[in-house]
């Protein structure tokens, strides 16, 4: 069974800074793409940032230059550092695994809300 947690979020004044970490089970994880979304009050998932198997990165502009992903096959966790947190950042992220060949598993999320 696969399970799929997040963790690390809650709340944050702006200009603060954030690490969630996703943990992922049941698979083996340096097979699959890692994912961070956030989806805000409706269903729309928007990607933030992603990692590939291979290490490669890719950033929403809207965190680019003020957020690192990275991932420790080693412990099945990926992590995603955000600074210079934003009202805008406010929402629910969410982990995604996907091996790009069908198998795409999402966590619960965790809440990230950024607020004076």
């Known amino acids: 069974q696969v399970q799929v947690v997040e963790s690390g979020g809650g709340l944050v004044q702006p200009g603060g800074s954030l690490r969630l970490s996703c943990t992922v089970s049941?698979?083996?994880?340096?097979?699959?793409?890692m994912g961070w979304y956030r989806q805000g009050p409706g269903p729309r998932r928007d990607l933030v940032a992603a990692?590939?198997?291979?290490?490669?990165?890719d950033y929403a502009g809207s965190v680019k230059g003020r957020s690192i992903i990275s991932r420790d096959n080693d412990k099945n966790t990926m992590f995603l550092q955000i600074n210079n947190l934003e009202p805008e950042d406010t929402g629910v992220y969410l982990c995604?695994?996907?091996?790009?060949?069908?198998?795409?598993?999402w966590g619960q999320g965790t809440q990230v809300t950024v607020s004076s």
């Open positions: 995604n695994a996907d091996d790009r060949r069908g198998a795409d598993f």
């Open positions: 049941g698979i083996t994880f340096s097979f699959y793409t």
């Open positions: 990692i590939d198997t291979d290490g490669d990165t």
